[in-house]
């Protein structure tokens, strides 16, 4: 299964509550902190959600 790289690129202040619990459930605490997930279609959409605040890298 391959891994993705995702990092927070912008601030959660003022964004709607699901945002930021997504982006808590992610891993992602502060701006450009980075977690690896396995790239399931569950992280994935949560990953959809909030692709206006991340930047995903596909891991090998």
Not at 4 to 33: D, M, W, Y
Not at 41 to 59: A, D, F, R, W, Y
Request: aromatic letters at 0%; zero cysteines; charged letters at 25%.
């Amino acid at each position: 299964m391959s891994k993705v790289r995702v990092t927070q690129v912008k601030s959660k202040i003022g964004r709607l509550k699901n945002q930021k619990r997504t982006l808590e459930a992610l891993g992602l605490r502060k701006i450009n902190q980075t977690v690896e997930h396995d790239a399931t279609p569950t992280i994935l959409g949560m990953i959809n959600k909030v692709s206006h605040l991340v930047s995903v890298q596909e891991v090998k």
